[in-house]
């Protein structure tokens, strides 16, 4: 076992070596940016008439505006393949190098600082991220007066100055926001996750691996009163309820918000329609991962639960058992024309989960079936020959350079137009590219 302490360490070598490493790891993170604006200035143009005609062409290149009024727009193709390089979703890419246009052509006096080592990346992107939906006029204005002061401003003084710019460039739309910023803020945000709380094995591990649901919300006062009284009221009466006697407060208010639920649903909101509960079963050939443990896994929340659990849910009055065709995921289906069954789309789905490009999170079902080896060069519409891909990473395979072969099922090989490789698997992406040249200097 490797000791944890160097006997050679010191106290004050080692908080010099931090404070060096977190000096590179910030200048590191400058140069990604600087790297960013660069790369955008060779594939951009400077006006929406210049790129006019490739913003018709549904399949070619398309010219994007990832920053503020008067920035140049920015190819479509090169933001894909930066975001794999930078080893983010395309999304994510694309805002990461909307800020850094956002500095470069609108905020030059923010961008001055970044050249010369003194604000923080991470800071320069917040304010971009601020500006960016303003008038060219008032981003101008604010460069101005916050870029002298920007390594030294917090979140709060950021927010002050931006309301001050709108309050004098723009007093009427600044009132409206005031008014509505409440409305503005209110979300609710529902997401299923699995759990690994694993305290025994049996059926003591089927009751702790569960999938559970996490709810995050703003909600209007009122609204939040009336949720309140009404998940308090439900609450008190579970504890007549034999599964929920002995829970507790927390565990009963939870459920109360399931009773809401249910009771929309059911119908039983008065004048108001419900939507009935449907459980769809999927049934594997190949279970043996989960044989004998009395647990089965849930497609739509990426969890496990207790066969008796799955039992109670779907035995509530209200809800609909829809069997589903039985779809083995290593079966190869063939069809004979060019447009995927619906049993080979459930299959692919259920395999991928993802669109299969290299770090994107598009969920399958919403994704075009690919064929891997095109139909018309004698690809055949088959399991292995399929594929879900997003339509915007459809189009990058199609028509821009990126190539890709299948290793097993799910799992894939791809490489960019310039030769970046990726290893697309059920788990995430993986960066298996070689080093393709000497790295750029960025102190300029």
Not at 115 to 143: F, H, K, M, Q, Y
Not at 181 to 187: D, G, K, L, Q, T
Request: proline share 5%.
């Amino acid at each position: 076992m490797e000791a944890l302490l160097d006997p050679d360490d010191t106290t004050s070598d080692l908080l010099a070596a931090v404070r060096t490493s977190r000096a590179v790891a910030e200048q590191a993170d400058r140069d990604v940016l600087i790297a960013a604006a660069r790369f955008a200035a060779l594939h951009s143009v400077d006006s929406p008439q210049k790129s006019a005609r490739l913003d018709g062409d549904v399949f070619g290149d398309r010219m994007l505006p990832l920053a503020g009024p008067g920035a140049p727009l920015v190819s479509e193709a090169a933001a894909v393949e930066f975001s794999a390089v930078l080893g983010r979703s395309t999304h994510a890419g694309k805002k990461f190098l909307g800020d850094a246009v956002e500095l470069r052509y609108r905020l030059k006096h923010v961008w001055a600082r970044i050249l010369d080592g003194s604000l923080l990346a991470w800071r320069a992107r917040r304010i971009a991220d601020l500006t960016r939906p303003l008038d060219r006029e008032v981003a101008t204005w604010v460069d101005k007066q916050i870029g002298p002061y920007a390594h030294t401003m917090g979140p709060v003084q950021l927010e002050r100055a931006f309301t001050q710019a709108a309050a004098l460039f723009e007093p009427d739309v600044a009132a409206a926001a005031a008014e509505s910023e409440a409305v503005e803020h209110r979300s609710v945000t529902i997401t299923t996750h699995e759990t690994t709380p694993f305290v025994g094995t049996g059926a003591e591990q089927g009751q702790a691996v569960l999938a559970l649901g996490y709810l995050d919300g703003v909600l209007d006062a009122a609204d939040a009163l009336d949720l309140e009284q009404a998940v308090a009221s439900i609450a008190r009466g579970l504890l007549d309820e034999d599964d929920y006697a002995h829970a507790s407060l927390d565990v009963r208010r939870a459920a109360a918000l399931g009773v809401l639920g249910r009771a929309y649903n059911s119908g039983s909101f008065d004048g108001v329609p419900g939507v009935t509960r449907v459980v769809e079963l999927v049934i594997h050939t190949d279970t043996r991962d989960l044989a004998g443990t009395g647990l089965v896994r849930l497609t739509n929340t990426c969890g496990l639960v207790t066969i008796e659990r799955l039992e109670q849910w779907a035995t509530t009055p209200g809800t609909i058992v829809k069997p589903v065709i039985v779809v083995d995921l290593a079966d190869t289906i063939e069809a004979a024309g060019y447009v995927p069954t619906a049993r080979q789309r459930r299959q692919a789905e259920l395999i991928h989960e993802k669109c299969s490009f290299p770090y994107c999170q598009a969920r399958a079902e919403r994704c075009d079936l690919d064929h891997r080896v095109p139909y018309a060069a004698g690809g055949e519409t088959s399991s292995h020959n399929l594929t879900p891909l997003c339509r915007q990473h459809h189009r990058m395979k199609t028509h821009h350079g990126w190539r890709y072969h299948r290793i097993r099922a799910g799992t894939y090989r791809w490489r960019s137009p310039h030769g970046y490789e990726y290893v697309v698997t059920p788990a995430g992406t993986i960066d298996i590219s070689e080093d393709l040249g000497p790295p750029l200097t960025l102190a300029a």
